[in-house]
């Protein structure tokens, strides 16, 4: 099948390291300040004389509870009227980016993630998305894929009605975990009844695409609970899964200094679980797009997957990757033509810099050549799992095997392991390296050889 997995204990525990999960190359830890506003506004005019189409990311940080296990930015609070700040920035840093777009640049993808874009009221959605039809070139007839991450607590029939209104037609729904215990040891108390609410309110309103994410590795959790859970969802029939491992780094990001650390399930348990929803999906039917991402063979990504076309950048695996990524909003990162920038994760100075008519860019990279050439290679392995050197080698110029010649040992021995098949012409990921692939990828990532991987959460 064209994504079996094939579970072999002792690869991993071989190559279960810490490393990227490469929705860029360079990954956002090698950005550095030296990349200014006036950087993003060329980047932009590039973007524009070339009419390439765009992607909009909105960041909405605001959560109404703090869930432990939680990496985002985000701001914690109750009040509801934080947003009228942060909206008025955030319409303002709308006005300054699109001055430098095209009207005919279309916009093919958008996508609000937080947070959580729910804890704004309806009224203060529907002038969001009426801002950005404003002033960006939006589908008006649905063609374009349009998702927001929901919280089922947070969303009823009304909201998913009001957000298919304005133009939404793909939906992310956060659960997580569905046994009680754990949602308690988490701070995210969330019913089977919501989940199941929002999910036949989705279905009656023709959302095209459902999305759940999972993470096991939790508090609490066993790998009889998180079949259950896993059971439950694949009943619901969502048409993408993402399976995320929990990276409990509690020095980096303090709510999950909450969690006690002897309530997590050993790391056996946690390899457990993942090879029991591995099972379990795939014998639903969900193919194995890579990456903790799973989804039914009809989805884009699986035909994307399929054709050669899917794609990987700051929102995950993506069909829209030839798209110029716009990000706005606190901490989110745009990637125009060779340009990664981000504005900067606080919302205090985010907001200041916005009402003075600055753009909030902070930090980010401008790639050079070797960069493009590793960026290509590392997203055909994992879009992809295997990568022609003779596509490589026209495409940049080079002699692969000499370009990468310091890799070639460390392939060769993955090769014997049985992670990789390699010859003169190609690399396949074998089925029982697939689970895998970060490591193949970090082969060639020329940060990984200087750094280490010490930043980054392990792999399973």
């Known amino acids: 099948m064209f994504n079996t997995i094939r579970w072999d204990a002792e690869l991993i525990r071989r190559y279960d390291t810490a490393g ?15 990349v200014e506003p006036a950087d993003l506004l060329q980047a932009l005019e590039g973007s524009r004389f070339a009419r390439r189409p765009l992607s909009l990311y909105v960041h909405v940080p605001f959560c109404a509870n703090i869930c432990y296990y ?20 955030l319409f303002r840093e709308i006005e300054l980016i699109s001055a430098h777009a095209d009207p005919d640049q279309q916009v093919e993808q958008l996508h609000f993630g937080g947070g959580t874009p729910t804890f704004l009221g309806h009224e ?12 960006f070139n ?6 374009g894929d349009y998702s927001i991450e929901i919280d089922p607590r947070e969303a009823d029939w009304s909201t998913m009605g009001m957000l298919r209104e304005i133009g939404f037609n793909r939906v992310s729904f956060g659960v997580q975990d569905l046994d009680p215990e754990v949602q308690r040891a988490v701070n995210r108390l969330q019913s089977p009844e919501q989940t199941q609410a929002v999910m036949d ?9 459902i999305n759940i994410d999972l993470i096991y590795g939790l508090p609490k ?6 079949a259950k859970t896993v059971e439950a969802i694949i009943a619901l029939k969502p048409d993408r899964l993402s399976v995320f491992n929990y990276a409990h780094l509690p020095e980096r990001f303090p709510p999950q200094r909450r969690i006690n650390a002897a309530d997590l399930p050993s790391p056996e348990a946690k390899l457990q679980m993942l090879e029991t929803s591995i099972r379990q999906l795939t014998d639903a039917g969900y193919r194995y797009i890579g990456m903790d991402h799973f989804a039914l063979p009809d989805d884009s990504l699986s035909l994307a997957q399929e054709s050669g076309e899917l794609q990987r950048n700051f929102q995950g695996y993506t069909t829209h990757g030839h798209c110029d990524l716009i990000g706005l909003g606190v901490s989110s990162i745009s990637q125009i033509g060779d340009l990664y920038c981000q504005n900067t994760a606080d919302i205090k100075v985010y907001q200041d810099s916005l009402d003075q008519d600055r753009l909030a860019t902070r930090r980010g990279l401008s790639c050079n050549a070797d960069d493009r050439l590793r960026r290509a290679v590392i997203g055909q392995l994992i879009c992809h799992f295997k990568l022609r050197f003779s596509d490589i080698e026209r495409r940049f110029g080079i002699d692969f095997q000499s370009y990468f010649a310091d890799c070639w040992p460390i392939l060769q ?6 992670l990789i098949r390699l010859d003169v012409d190609n690399i ?9 692939v970060r490591s193949v990828c970090m082969v060639f990532d020329a940060y990984q050889q200087v750094d280490g991987n010490q930043r980054f959460s392990r792999i399973i």
């Open 428 to 436: 396949e990921v074998l089925p029982a390296g697939r689970l895998l």
């Open 138 to 143: 939006l589908h008006d007839d649905d063609i």
């Open 70 to 89: 939680c990496a985002c930015n985000k701001v914690i609070t109750k009040d509801r009227s934080r947003s009228q700040p942060y909206l008025k920035s």
């Open 221 to 226: 959790q066993s790998p009889e609970s998180f």
């Open 124 to 135: 203060e959605l529907r002038g969001l998305m009426a801002k950005l039809r404003a002033h």
């Open 413 to 418: 021995q993955m090769h014997r392991d049985g």
């Open 20 to 34: 990227p999960r490469y929705t860029s190359y360079p990954t956002a830890v090698q950005f550095h300040d030296g």
């Open 201 to 209: 309110a989705a279905r009656t309103l023709e959302y095209r695409s």
